[in-house]
């Protein structure tokens, strides 16, 4: 019996029921699901569609999308008059609905503390945002699935309460002046960068890197830092890691009170003071705490031993997808629309700039399919100490900013291959973080190499060669032209060609220090 004869059958024999009895037997059925675990996620689906096409809203209706939603996440339903809840192990969600089947109020709370109000949540329950939701309440759900018996996970949710509370208070102690003149600065540059403290409802987040020319035009990150809703409408703008616990294969000894002594102080190296693990209460535990990374970043090889040495855990190699660095930073970054065509062994991709130009980068498969290019994209760190926070963060920044190198090279608004390309550059890696531009320099008619270092997050170096490079010092002004522009533009590997080339009047310019002018010339077109 094929497809067609089965929904016409169906059709009439359910033509004079109602929906409320269809609910019903889609229903049952999915609690007669082979795998208890879950319910079927073919009829899962098709009561997702009954519901849709149902736009009266009506409190039978939303309760049965509350359960077929708490169902899917493996938690646990059930109501009483107009309050549905949503429960888990650790925690449990109220949500009040009026007669007309709106959502009046969405409470959040671990078990055995008073549920707290959700703006967020009941915000995506009145818009009907269901596929919104069922993810926070993933998120929510994972936040809380932590491995082991009642009386672990309770151990665990009380070390992680004690690793925010050291975390607030890392926050809270002086940085260095110059990682605190602005809210971007504190982001890229702070010991912790920007904390947003947990919520019942959301994680203890830190955020820690800015890529450039992602977030809206017009934002005061300064004032709109300060509310949830505006570090959500910048991302992906902003690198965020939640702050939570994870299983482990093996136990770690994890704190179960703070670490940090009172008063906080700093030691001589201006570094935070910690108690050791010895002198305060602690508990070998089967888990380990996590900074789970939104979203996902592309990391070398190299770079993930580093990680594992800072915190003495191995990050686990299971289910990490190996592949050169840039497929990863051009298929996972905001250039993922970017045209990247295949071409005698080589990667091309294509930047349109703002006055029509159009140039095109080669990336030779032979020079990044090598082992230190070897790269995996990460979801979640592994620590077991709030000391190691601060050095995995700078080396994550560290390993957003080669990337943010490399993905410069692709224009994130282009949807179809250019036909006719005025400059070509080859891009090849000299090292984990440095890479050199291979280019034509159309005043000496000859070959220019750019040789880019990213020695730390916040500092870049160049060094250009080539015939007819007039001033030695140029290397300097180059370095400078590139820092400012890593950081304000979307190309900063273009618009560096365009001083490169003008080499007289980019000079002038750094010595005047009229460095306003230099990054927002307009682009020139030079053709080869």
Request: proline letters at 8%.
């Amino acid at each position: 019996m094929n497809g067609n004869t089965r929904i016409s059958n169906l059709r009439c024999k359910f033509a004079e029921k109602s929906w409320n009895d269809t609910f019903q037997l889609v229903r049952r059925c999915m609690e007669k699901s082979r795998d208890e675990s879950k319910p079927c996620e073919l009829l899962g689906r098709s009561l997702e569609r009954l519901q849709e096409v149902l736009l009266a809203p009506s409190m039978s209706k939303m309760k049965c999308r509350l359960e077929m939603i708490a169902k899917q996440q493996g938690m646990g339903f059930h109501f009483t008059d107009a309050t549905c809840y949503l429960t888990a192990d650790l925690f449990y969600l109220e949500v009040l609905l009026l007669p007309s089947g709106e959502v009046q109020e969405v409470k959040v709370a671990p078990h055995g503390e008073h549920p707290v109000p959700s703006d967020s949540l009941l915000h995506l329950l009145r818009s009907d945002n269901f596929a919104d939701f069922s993810v926070r309440l993933a998120e929510l759900f994972a936040r809380y699935d932590i491995p082991g018996d009642n009386e672990t996970k309770s151990k665990l949710l009380t070390s992680l309460k004690s690793l925010w509370k050291d975390l607030q208070q890392l926050s809270e102690m002086p940085n260095e002046p110059k990682c605190c003149e602005t809210r971007t600065d504190l982001i890229n540059s702070g010991r912790v960068g920007f904390l947003m403290a947990g919520k019942q409802d959301h994680p203890l987040s830190l955020y820690f890197y800015i890529y450039p020319n992602d977030g809206p035009k017009n934002c005061d990150l300064n004032s709109d830092f300060l509310a949830f809703k505006g570090l959500s409408e910048l991302k992906p703008a902003v690198q965020e890691a939640q702050v939570t616990v994870g299983a482990s294969a093996l136990t770690h000894k994890l704190q179960t009170t703070s670490v940090i002594p009172q008063p906080p102080r700093l030691d001589n190296q201006g570094c935070p003071a910690f108690v050791a693990l010895a002198e305060v209460p602690t508990e070998m535990l089967p888990a380990c705490f996590l900074l789970r990374l939104k979203p996902p970043i592309p990391v070398l090889s190299s770079f993930v031993e580093r990680l594992g040495h800072i915190t003495d855990v191995t990050v686990p190699d299971f289910g990490l997808q190996w592949a050169p660095l840039p497929k990863l930073v051009m298929k996972g970054s905001a250039s993922a629309n970017s045209q990247s065509h295949p071409l005698d062994k080589q990667e091309i991709f294509t930047l349109l700039l703002a006055d029509g130009g159009v140039h095109a980068y080669f990336l030779p498969e032979s020079a990044w399919h090598v082992p230190t290019q070897r790269a995996a994209l990460m979801d979640s760190v592994p620590f077991t100490h709030p000391a190691h926070v601060p050095a995995v963060l700078e080396l994550l920044r560290h390993q957003c900013a080669v990337n943010t190198l490399l993905s410069s090279c692709s224009d994130p608004h282009s949807s179809s291959p250019a036909s006719v390309c005025d400059l070509y550059f080859e891009v090849r890696p000299e090292s984990t973080t440095s890479l050199s531009v291979t280019f034509h320099q159309p005043r000496a008619d000859s070959l220019a190499v750019l040789l880019v270092n990213v020695s730390n997050p916040r500092c870049i170096t160049c060094k250009l060669f080539g015939a007819g490079i007039p001033d030695p010092t140029l290397d300097k002004y180059i370095s400078t032209v590139m820092t400012r522009l890593f950081y304000f533009i979307f190309s900063p590997l273009s618009q560096l060609y365009v001083h490169s080339c003008d080499h007289e009047g980019f000079v002038q310019q750094a010595r005047g220090n009229h460095h306003c002018s230099a990054f927002h010339q307009p682009h020139r077109r030079h053709r080869s």
